[in-house]
């Protein structure tokens, strides 16, 4: 949705999902659930939005079926949090090892793959929150792997201790910087907004005879105020994110994506229903209508900031 496109503003619907879910992510409290957006004919809140994500405890912490999504990228996540890992031959790259509690998901979904938890030699994220970085060290324990991140998110990282354990980063990253192994190179964009170092990564990969742009959207979520710093960064971001060259779009949470109906069609046979260029902006627009409203609001009642 471009700038200019229309923003409608309607009445609030009711919270979706379960109470734990949103307050593990706002501090104690769920979002609040307006101001309301419809983009290509759903309605979203920031409360219903955090429940898509989120889902219920259980959804965080179950393993959803490991299933390659195009050449040599697999999920290896929950039904609610996502993972990646992009196999090489020298070794493979783990993008997100979500909670702590999930590192030993991950790894039986990589197993169950038919690959070594071991064989794991650089780990990334895509931004400080613990849904998705809390189990780094873990990962970094039972592996060894390579720990990198970006600079601006570098201190919510060094305050993410889980059981008092340090959180490792062995490289800091900088906009624009590559990532290569086996083959296989990625490249971080600084896409801030969420977290001052969201990074979006993007990869290219050949299946048969086509080669594909692969994107791992971070969170474009605007939170319940947006400061005018945080207004710049995703002012600066949402043009970014629509000048990525992009076939295949991934997420950090599933429903980004679609993951669940694309994987049922996956199952079916036929074309690869993960390479869907028409809705590799569909994320995007639904975030960037609810960071507009968001703004627009926080204008019309300075008083609640």
């Known amino acids: 949705m471009k700038n200019g496109s229309s923003i409608l ?25 307006h101001p309301s ?20 405890a259980e959804d965080q912490e179950t393993q959803f079926p490991p299933h390659m999504v195009v050449a040599n990228i ?17 070794g493979h790259i783990l993008l997100d090892s979500t909670y702590e509690r999930n590192v030993p998901t991950i790894k039986k979904s990589i197993e169950q793959l038919g690959f070594k938890f071991t064989d794991v030699k650089i780990l990334l994220g895509n931004h400080a929150h613990g849904d998705h970085q809390e189990g780094d060290a873990a990962v970094k324990a039972m592996t060894g792997a390579t720990v990198m991140a970006m600079a601006e998110d570098v201190p919510a990282l060094q305050s993410m201790k889980p059981g008092g354990k340090a ?43 086509r080669t594909y742009d ?20 995703f002012d600066r971001t949402f043009p970014l994110v629509r000048s990525l060259a992009c076939d295949i779009p991934l ?41 507009h409203a968001i703004v627009a609001e926080q204008k019309a009642s300075p008083s609640t900031q």
């Not at 503003?9 to 659930?33: E, F, H, K, M, Y």
């Open 9 to 33: 503003v309607i009445a609030a619907i009711a919270t979706l999902g379960s109470s734990r879910s949103l307050n593990a992510q706002q501090g104690g409290r769920g979002p609040a659930d």
């Open 37 to 56: 957006v419809i983009v290509r004919g759903e309605t979203y809140t920031p409360a219903s939005i955090l429940a898509r994500n989120m889902g219920t």
């Open 74 to 90: 697999y999920y290896v996540g929950t039904r609610t949090l996502s993972s990646f890992l992009i196999t090489t031959p020298q």
């Open 167 to 209: 959180h490792p980063i062995d490289r800091i990253l900088h906009d624009g910087d590559t990532v290569s192994l086996g083959g296989t190179t990625l490249v971080a964009h600084l896409t801030a907004g969420h977290t001052h170092g969201a990074t979006t990564w993007t990869t290219k990969v050949t299946d048969g005879d």
């Open 214 to 233: 692969v994107v791992f959207f971070s969170s474009l979520r605007a939170g319940a105020v947006v400061t005018p710093a945080v207004a710049a960064e």
């Open 251 to 291: 997420g950090d949470h599933p429903a980004e994506y679609d993951m669940q109906a694309k994987y049922a069609r996956l199952l079916s046979g036929g074309a690869n229903p993960f390479v869907d260029k028409a809705h590799c902006l569909a994320e995007a627009d639904i975030q960037e209508a609810m960071y």
